[in-house]
């Protein structure tokens, strides 16, 4: 059997040259993000979020793009979750994608801010009603008794919500990651891959630099 350390591939399929990429990050995610649409990868909006807390305890976990413009890149959540108290403590985060079928990666660090109420209950109201009932029922990132109370409360709210409206919960919204760091990550042979970051300045232009693999 192979070790741990024997694993590993070597990237040859693109190449990324800052002289090639867009003055905007946004219309160059905007160009991976419609190739990666078109290589059809497997949930290709999901990313991965790091947050901390305000001792700087860091944390991190998998959710789902929703929707992004030059305003950020937005996720849903609980507010009362893990990361949504983090996130009131320590309104920063960073994302990262890795489509592994294109080799490539995508890192973005920022300020975190919730969205508007309207973004909340439009998007909330578009979930299939499992999800939505979903929200109501689980006390995100907290103890509890078993799976069966879970199940039991999903059955209580499913009664409840026959005869009443389904509305968003108010513990339960959008938060947006406002950009100040983009990077675009190409793998190459050898590991030495191409490095694009994009760092926002204070005239809101951003500075277009390569870093060393």
Known sequence: MSSIADIRRDYSLK???????????FQQFADWWQQAIESEIDEVNAMTLATASLE????ARIVLLKGYDEKGFV??????????QELAENPRASLLFFWKELERQVRITGLVEKVST???DEYFLSRPTGS??????SPQSHVIENRSWLENKVKELEIKFSTEQL?????WGGYRVKP???EFWQG??????????????ENNSWKIERLAP
């Open 75 to 84: 996720f849903y959540t609980n507010y009362e979750s893990a990361k949504g």
């Open 15 to 25: 190449t990324l040259n800052e002289t090639e990429v867009t003055e905007n990050p």
């Open 132 to 137: 939505q009932i979903g929200a109501w029922a």
């Open 167 to 171: 509305t968003r919960p108010s513990h």
């Open 188 to 201: 190459r042979s050898s590991r030495l891959h191409d490095r694009i970051q994009y760092t926002l300045q």
């Open 56 to 59: 700087g305890v860091p944390s």
């Open 180 to 182: 100040v760091i983009i």
């Open 118 to 120: 309207q973004e909340n």
